[in-house]
């Protein structure tokens, strides 16, 4: 129902959830796939033999069952709306006005996962998780989702979601794309990068990233290797300031 909605977002459609994926992604009576958009939820191996069960998914799979199969859901927008994938790309608010995302967030059963097109409500997001993080709920009693440590870069996994917390050491811009460098070496540091094409969203955000050298800070996103672990970052909420 359009009441129960906050005007930050664009009311869609009411459905009933008729069944659930994992933790964050959840089946529609018309057919359809919500994929809840800003989160990320521990992942289930859904039967894909190179892909193992994550901690606590079945957990998380469980907990937003429990929360919304065979109950009314009304889906909002705060970005783009569709995936890839052809799936709904949305928030979901029960009758109550109970927003689902707030609550597997708070609960310590998902980690706020944000695109440059979907931004909306991520402050709010952010706060749920840091507080389920503080108090050491669900996922974030668990080793496999410990914040990793920017100075230790054989600690950090490549081909991961993952937050990394360190001191910018330094920074560079090279051909337009911005560098930050979390270590001594940048053969083998830890490294942060921004496209050419996206410093636009971080001006639009008064945010100047070749300012943040001194500064502690975290990372989130996926990591992949150039001369060590590297963070590609899109969009501005993918590093929060903690100094």
Do not use: C
């Amino acid at each position: 129902m359009a009441d129960t909605v906050p005007a930050i977002f664009d009311v869609g459609p009411r459905a009933l959830v008729v069944a659930i994926t994992d933790g964050d992604t959840v089946t529609l009576d018309d057919g359809s796939e919500v994929r809840l958009v800003g989160i990320m939820a521990p992942k289930l191996s859904l039967g894909r033999a190179h892909v193992e069960d994550q901690p606590l998914a079945e957990e998380a799979r469980t907990a937003l069952e429990a929360l919304v199969l065979d109950r009314p859901v009304t889906l909002a927008w705060g970005g783009a709306r569709m995936d890839r994938h052809g799936r709904h790309l949305a928030h979901l608010f029960l009758d109550d006005g109970t927003w689902v995302q707030g609550r597997m967030l708070e609960a310590g059963l998902a980690r706020v996962y944000s695109f440059a097109d979907n931004r909306t409500a991520l402050a709010d997001m952010l706060a749920l998780e840091e507080a389920a993080r503080d108090a050491g709920l669900g996922l974030w009693a668990h080793p496999f989702f410990a914040v990793r440590d920017a100075a230790r870069p054989g600690d950090v996994p490549i081909d991961a979601f993952v937050l990394v917390e360190g001191v910018v050491l330094d920074t560079a811009e090279i051909n337009r794309r911005v560098f930050l460098n979390f270590g001594e070496d940048w053969k083998t540091d830890v490294t942060a990068t921004i496209s050419p094409s996206d410093r636009a969203i971080f001006r639009a955000a008064h945010m100047d990233p070749l300012a943040l050298e001194g500064q502690r800070v975290r990372l989130r996103g996926w990591t992949g290797w150039r001369n060590g672990p590297n963070i590609d970052i899109d969009h501005p909420e993918q590093i929060e300031v903690l100094d």
